[in-house]
């Protein structure tokens, strides 16, 4: 199974910072990297596919980067409603797993 | 625009079975995507539990192989999910979701969720 393992687990940060998850994969898996966004009480929400696609709706301050093992999540300027949990997934191959998580916090 | 929606008895005992059934709105269940079941354990991470597709292919977590079966309702558009010999471990929030074909098989659509809670 390929572990994919994410940086930091929690984040302190202000509104208007700018920010970067890493997700790093076990093998290499391509560009089959996922980005999600879960907030409270909801359902995960996906924010980038194919490591760089910004999904239909999600705002353009989210970008994502990278191939093979290694990937980055970036948020240009923190807004208010960007404090949630962030979670990477590749799905390069099954079982399609996902990261741990990185909590992102108000500072 | 698609949804999708878990349901299912919200309390299971242990050694029983969890039975959860997902109903998919505005897609067909026989398009070339493939259905999926992620759980999350309160206040923690997410974890992928398995796929299927509607011409039967299914893939599962191997964790959890051997006491996971998945099925498709082609008439009924849903897919389902049953667990057995559920222990409390097995206590957490179930999402189905879409795995899309076009995004590289992330999931694109989710369930809101259903808490199951395994208890005497």
């Known amino acids: 199974d390929i572990q994919m393992t994410q940086s930091p687990s929690s984040l302190s940060a202000s509104v208007g910072d700018r920010v970067t998850i890493t997700c790093r994969a076990s093998?290499?898996?391509?560009?089959?990297l996922n980005w999600y966004q879960q907030r409270p009480g909801k359902a995960p929400n996906l924010l980038i596919y194919?490591?760089?696609s910004l999904q239909s709706g999600v705002p353009s301050r989210f970008s994502g980067s990278g191939s093979g093992t290694d990937f980055t999540l970036t948020i240009s300027s923190l807004q208010p409603e960007d404090f949630a949990t962030y979670y990477c997934?590749?799905?390069?191959?099954?079982?399609?797993?996902f990261g741990q998580g990185t909590k992102l916090e108000i500072k | 625009q698609v949804q999708l929606q878990e349901s299912g008895p919200g309390l299971v005992k242990p050694s029983g079975t969890l039975s959860l059934t997902c109903t998919v709105s505005?897609?067909?269940?026989?398009?070339?995507?493939?259905w999926s079941w992620v759980r999350q354990p309160p206040g923690k991470g997410l974890e992928w539990i398995g796929e299927?597709?509607?011409?039967?292919?299914?893939n599962y977590n191997s964790s959890l192989k051997s006491r996971v079966i998945l099925s498709v309702d082609k008439s009924k558009n849903q897919f389902s999910l049953k667990l057995s010999s559920v222990t409390a471990a097995d206590t957490a929030v179930y999402y189905c979701?879409?795995?899309?074909?076009?995004?590289?098989?992330?999931?694109?659509?989710w369930g809101q969720g259903t808490t199951i809670t395994v208890s005497s």
């Open positions: 299927i597709h509607y011409s039967g292919g299914t």
């Open positions: 194919g490591a760089s």
């Open positions: 093998q290499s898996i391509s560009r089959y």
């Open positions: 979701a879409r795995g899309a074909f076009s995004y590289f098989y992330a999931m694109d659509v």
């Open positions: 997934q590749h799905s390069f191959s099954t079982p399609r797993t």
């Open positions: 505005g897609d067909s269940i026989s398009s070339i995507n493939w």
